[in-house]
Structures are given as structure tokens and as C-alpha cells.
């Protein structure tokens, strides 16, 4: 499975941004798929993940601002933030679960300016 993620850039502190993720390959066998991020000097964390059935899960730091979405059809995946914070600040990882292994996109930086 190859996962592309887009959709990241500058915004301004209470701003809007939407992320995407396109799946690729074997797509039939993803399970649940997930968006992280990673901040300068900081430890990689899951910021929310949607199972194959719709269950969803958010941290609690974006919940309520973020929202996690799934389109089965075109294997894409979507994270829509709203009311940045400067500390949404990140590189942003999208992730798809096959089994017992993690499949992981590229990144895509998102820079909240305050």
C-alpha cells in the first residue's frame, strides 16, 4: 500500500486547513486508517483514526476542531481542522493498518502562525 498525503501549509491562529491522504495498491485490505503528527522535537502522537466501519477516535487536544473522514469509494482519507492553534503546528502522517502492519504516507507540513 502507498498512501500520498496533501494539503498542508500556512495558516493563520483560528484558521481552517483540510489534509488529504490517497491510498494505493491493496487497498481492499486496509483496515482502520489514522492521521498523526510530529512536532519539532517532539515524539510522533495520533491525532485521530476512523475504522472501516466509521468508529472514530480524536485526541482530546484536537477534539471538537478536527474531523476525520473516509471515502471507501475513491481510497481517500481526510483530516478537516478548524480553529488552528499555533501548537497544531506539525508534520502530518497519514497511516493505514493492513493486519499487524502500518503503511505510512510522507508527511505534509502544517505551520499555525499566531
Known amino acids: 500500500v502507498q498512501l500520498q498525503a496533501s494539503g498542508g501549509g500556512l495558516v493563520q491562529a483560528g484558521g481552517s486547513l483540510g489534509l488529504s491522504c490517497v491510498a494505493s495498491?491493496?487497498?481492499?485490505?486496509?483496515?482502520?486508517m489514522s492521521w498523526y503528527r510530529q512536532a519539532p522535537g517532539k515524539q510522533r502522537e495520533l491525532v485521530a483514526t476512523i475504522t472501516t466501519g466509521g468508529s472514530i477516535n480524536y485526541a482530546n487536544s484536537v477534539k471538537g476542531r478536527f474531523t476525520i473522514s473516509r471515502d471507501g469509494a475513491k481510497n481517500t482519507m481526510n483530516l478537516q481542522m478548524n480553529s488552528l492553534r499555533p501548537e497544531d503546528t506539525a508534520v502530518y502522517y497519514c497511516?493505514?493498518?493492513?493486519?499487524?502492519?502500518?503503511?505510512w504516507g510522507q508527511g505534509t507540513l502544517v505551520t499555525v502562525s499566531s
Open positions: 497511516s493505514a493498518r493492513i493486519l499487524l502492519k502500518s503503511y
Open positions: 495498491g491493496s487497498v481492499a485490505s486496509i483496515g482502520a
